[in-house]
């Protein structure tokens, strides 16, 4: 059963009413937050250690694979989203060619396919409506992405509904050095129910498009995004031989932080960190600090305030996100 309250439209605001993801989100993440953090949600995978519920065993149990519909709920679309589904079609077609496709120009029609899309996106309030906006965090065995693991990874649907969290433990098969940043030591994770990487990504990838709009677009959004998150996941899907989506964007909470900050005025944070914001917020920390789930609780309800100081709008946080595409050129830019 749907939560009543969750099931509306991100844009939706009565006339006169400044159209902000603080103004969607509110009633949910009131409800959410004076509940502790007891929404619909979904543990597909994880250890039944230190409070962790479920299993990978019980999670294919009752799990089954099944085709998700993106079919549009009416024919009526505009001309301008059959364009952009059309180039999307595009992009895929070229991801399915033979192997004589040059790969090289294929990643350049992807990339700009990334760039037109996401200015349409901000620029057009019709494509930002189609936008699913997804917070989540990671954690893992150390900072260096060639070298670390993802062990932690969760998910929030800020449309909320059922099935709207997603959340398990990652077995990164390998020593955990790190266990009193996050709590998660090598016991909890190398274990055969705990699912490695590459049996995740593809049940990650369905869940995912569970919760796109038909023909929509995934933004994720998270706290250093940009330099630690993103990177991560980037790395982890190429290691098995996956690629992110081309209809997924990237948002960074800390830019939004920073900018804050830059604004002035008396009632600012004093610093970017997670932990600074949800002070200044006075935001309970639910749960465990540096836990992926409890992270993307507190960053669900600090998004909304950021977004309502900040005046922003769907749109305006499309247009401040990023592509894999976007990070891939910058790093080749700082080495020339």
Same mark, same amino acid.
């Given at each position: 059963?749907?939560?009543?309250?969750?099931?509306?439209?991100?844009?939706?605001?009565?006339?006169?009413?400044?159209?902000?993801?603080?103004?969607?989100?509110?009633?949910?993440?009131?409800?959410?937050?004076?509940?502790?953090?007891?929404?619909?949600?979904?543990?597909?995978?994880?250890?039944?250690?230190?409070?962790?519920?479920?299993?990978?065993?019980?999670?294919?149990?009752?799990?089954?694979?099944?085709?998700?519909?993106?079919?549009?709920?009416?024919?009526?679309?505009?001309?301008?989203?059959?364009?952009?589904?059309?180039?999307?079609?595009?992009?895929?077609?070229?991801?399915?060619?033979?192997?004589?496709?040059?790969?090289?120009?294929?990643?350049?029609?992807?990339?700009?396919?990334?760039?037109?899309?996401?200015?349409?996106?901000?620029?057009?309030?019709?494509?930002?409506?189609?936008?699913?906006?997804?917070?989540?965090?990671?954690?893992?065995?150390?900072?260096?992405?060639?070298?670390?693991?993802?062990?932690?990874?969760?998910?929030?649907?800020?449309?909320?509904?059922?099935?709207?969290?997603?959340?398990?433990?990652?077995?990164?098969?390998?020593?955990?050095?790190?266990?009193?940043?996050?709590?998660?030591?090598?016991?909890?994770?190398?274990?055969?129910?705990?699912?490695?990487?590459? &049996? =995740?990504?593809?049940?990650?990838?369905?869940? %995912?498009?569970?919760?796109?709009? !038909?023909?929509?677009? $995934?933004?994720? @959004?998270?706290?250093?995004?940009?330099?630690?998150?993103?990177?991560?996941?980037?790395?982890?899907?190429?290691?098995?031989?996956?690629?992110?989506?081309?209809?997924?964007?990237?948002?960074?909470?800390?830019?939004?932080?920073?900018?804050?900050?830059?604004?002035?005025?008396?009632?600012?944070?004093?610093?970017?960190?997670?932990?600074?914001?949800?002070?200044?917020?006075?935001?309970?920390?639910?749960?465990?600090?540096?836990?992926?789930?409890?992270?993307?609780?507190?960053?669900?309800?600090?998004?909304?305030?950021?977004?309502? &100081? =900040?005046?922003?709008?769907?749109?305006?946080? %499309?247009?401040?996100?990023?592509? !894999?595409?976007?990070? $891939?050129?910058? @790093?080749?830019?700082?080495?020339?």
């Amino acid at each position: 059963m749907r939560t009543a309250p969750m099931c509306f439209s991100i844009l939706q605001a009565p006339k006169g009413r400044i159209n902000t993801l603080a103004n969607f989100c509110w009633e949910s993440f009131h409800s959410f937050s004076t509940t502790h953090g007891r929404s619909p949600s979904f543990t597909l995978l994880s250890s039944k250690t230190n409070g962790l519920e479920g299993s990978y065993s019980s999670y294919s149990k009752r799990w089954t694979r099944r085709p998700i519909s993106t079919e549009t709920e009416a024919g009526n679309k505009t001309s301008k989203l059959s364009k952009i589904k059309n180039e999307y079609m595009r992009v895929e077609s070229l991801r399915s060619a033979p192997i004589y496709v040059n790969k090289t120009e294929m990643n350049e029609f992807q990339r700009i396919q990334y760039c037109d899309i996401q200015q349409k996106i901000a620029e057009d309030k019709d494509l930002a409506n189609l936008v699913t906006a997804i917070v989540f965090d990671i954690e893992t065995t150390g900072f260096s992405r060639e070298n670390e693991r993802i062990i932690e990874i969760a998910f929030q649907d800020l449309l909320g509904g059922e099935n709207s969290t997603f959340q398990t433990l990652v077995n990164p098969e390998r020593h955990v050095p790190n266990p009193h940043v996050h709590g998660i030591t090598t016991h909890m994770v190398c274990r055969p129910d705990v699912p490695r990487m590459e &049996d =995740l990504i593809p049940i990650l990838l369905q869940y %995912v498009k569970s919760r796109q709009k !038909p023909g929509g677009y $995934i933004m994720f @959004v998270a706290h250093n995004a940009r330099t630690f998150d993103v990177p991560f996941l980037i790395k982890e899907f190429g290691r098995h031989s996956y690629e992110i989506p081309p209809n997924w964007l990237f948002m960074d909470t800390l830019s939004l932080a920073r900018e804050l900050i830059k604004s002035g005025g008396s009632n600012i944070p004093s610093r970017t960190s997670l932990q600074a914001l949800r002070d200044h917020y006075r935001i309970p920390l639910m749960g465990s600090a540096h836990r992926a789930m409890s992270d993307v609780t507190s960053l669900s309800l600090i998004l909304q305030r950021l977004t309502f &100081d =900040l005046k922003l709008s769907i749109s305006d946080l %499309v247009e401040r996100s990023f592509t !894999p595409s976007d990070l $891939i050129n910058s @790093v080749k830019k700082k080495k020339k």
